[in-house]
C-alpha cells in the first residue's frame, strides 16, 4: 500500500481529508503507516464490538481535551450509523468520569482540608 493509498483510505473512514496525517505523511511517511498499524492491532481483538471501540476512542478523546480526534471519532460514529443520542450518552458519560477525576485527585487536599477541622 503506497502512502496516497492509506491516506484515501483515512479519508473514506474519516469522511473527510485526515488533515493531521496527511501533514504527518510529508515529515515521516513511516510514522504514519506504524499509527495505522497501531489502530489495526487495538482494533483487532473480538471480544468487544467495533461499536463499543469507537465509542471508547470518542470518550477517550473528549477526556483527554483532543478537539480533532473527538470530531474526527464523531464524524466516523455518524458515518457507522451510530446514533446522535448515542454519541451524546457517550460524552454525558464521559463528562462525568472526567468530573469526578477532580474529587478524586483532591483527595489528599479534602483530608488535609479535615485535618484542620480536627485541630
Given at each position: 500500500?503506497?502512502?496516497?493509498?492509506?491516506?484515501?483510505?483515512?479519508?473514506?473512514?474519516?469522511?473527510?481529508?485526515?488533515?493531521?496525517?496527511?501533514?504527518?505523511?510529508?515529515?515521516?511517511?513511516?510514522?504514519?503507516?506504524?499509527h495505522a498499524a497501531n489502530k489495526n492491532f487495538a482494533m483487532a481483538g473480538d471480544r468487544l464490538p467495533a461499536k463499543y471501540k469507537l465509542l471508547i476512542s470518542l470518550a477517550v478523546s473528549a477526556a483527554l481535551g483532543s478537539?480533532?480526534?473527538?470530531?474526527?471519532?464523531?464524524?466516523?460514529?455518524?458515518?457507522?450509523?451510530?446514533?446522535?443520542e448515542e454519541v451524546m450518552e457517550t460524552l454525558l458519560v464521559t463528562r462525568f468520569v472526567k468530573a469526578t477525576t477532580v474529587f478524586s485527585d483532591a483527595t489528599p487536599a479534602m483530608e488535609l482540608l479535615l485535618s484542620f477541622e480536627k485541630k
Open positions: 500500500m503506497t502512502i496516497e493509498q492509506l491516506l484515501q483510505a483515512m479519508s473514506n473512514e474519516f469522511g473527510g481529508e485526515p488533515e493531521t496525517m496527511k501533514i504527518l505523511s510529508q515529515l515521516n511517511e513511516q510514522a504514519v503507516f506504524e478537539e480533532r480526534c473527538t470530531k474526527t471519532y464523531t464524524q466516523v460514529a455518524m458515518n457507522k450509523g451510530i446514533s446522535k
